[in-house]
């Protein structure tokens, strides 16, 4: 059973950054593909950023590009989600994600999901 446990959402205001934690066992940092998805009310959860066993191995959705990056922290078991320049339609909850052979960004292909963690971007 993977467990992953996420961390840093909150209230921001328009073009503020937020820096999104997601505790997970060394292994799973380690050998699985993992991945930041979000889901605002009333729409599908999208994949924001995913990053392979090898950290040159990442995904970005084209709407967070040059806006957000996902990284891991060995030392920490820990993953990130640094968000710079956020905008209103990033409003969403933020789950972390992991699947030991996940072959893309998507949500069908990841089996463990943590809670949750919200994001408000508002003025």
């Known amino acids: 059973q993977v467990q992953l446990m996420e961390s840093g959402g909150n209230l921001v205001q328009p073009g503020g950054s937020l820096n999104l934690s997601c505790a997970a066992s060394?292994?799973?940092?380690?050998?699985?593909?993992m991945g930041w998805f979000r889901q605002a009310p009333g729409k599908e959860r999208e994949g924001v950023a995913c990053?392979?066993?090898?950290?040159?191995?990442?995904i970005y959705a084209d709407s967070v590009k040059g806006r957000f990056t996902i990284s891991r922290d060995y030392a920490k078991n820990t993953l990130y989600l640094q968000m710079d320049r956020l905008q209103p339609e990033d409003t969403a909850r933020y789950y972390c994600v992991a699947e030991q052979h996940a072959e893309a960004c998507i949500a069908t292909e990841f089996g463990s999901w943590g809670q949750g963690t919200q994001v408000t971007v508002s003025s």
């Open positions: 060394r292994s799973v940092l380690e050998y699985y593909v």
């Open positions: 990053m392979g066993t090898s950290d040159n191995n990442v």
